[in-house]
């Protein structure tokens, strides 16, 4: 049996100790972390003959390694974000990729890919490039690799977004109904 590529930590769960209410998301993985995967099965069913594994990249995350224009840096991302970032590893520079072609690549579903390339591209550290600049990522949204980006810290987490995020029009409505608020308890106090 051949080592993977990819150094891996495994947590292997029974089903009835694993707390998922739904059905896990699932997606396309890229060929490499597919490599690996596989490593890691024959492994794993050589030591525990009639069990299954099934893999949850919604509940993973991964360290990766991105060497930017002025340095490398060690970077913490989920699954569904590493899975998206490896996508551009390829790319010539200046090339970008559409939300449509990223997501035909990867079948990450709709809410999972948006939280993750908002995490990546509108969030904090900005790793990936949003065209047109914006906060909402929307279908017509196109991203490239930010060469130029460059932080103090050599190690940065990269959190993924909330799981709602909120467009223009939902942003002024929750405000509206907070001044609303704001604006009876006000009016008691005085």
Known sequence: MQAPEVDINVIVMTSASWPVSKAPLSCILPSLLVKTCKSFELFYLSQHAGRTLTWLPSFGNADVEVAFKKRKHLLNVSSFALIILLLFEDLGKGESLTYAEIKNATEIPDRELQRNLYSLACAKYRVLRKHPFGRNINPNDSFSFNEGFSSPSR????????????????????????????RYQIDVRT
């Open 155 to 182: 190690k940065i987490h990269i959190n993924t977004a909330g799981a709602w995020i909120e467009s223009d029009e939902e942003q002024k409505e929750t405000q509206r109904g907070v001044k609303e608020d704001r």
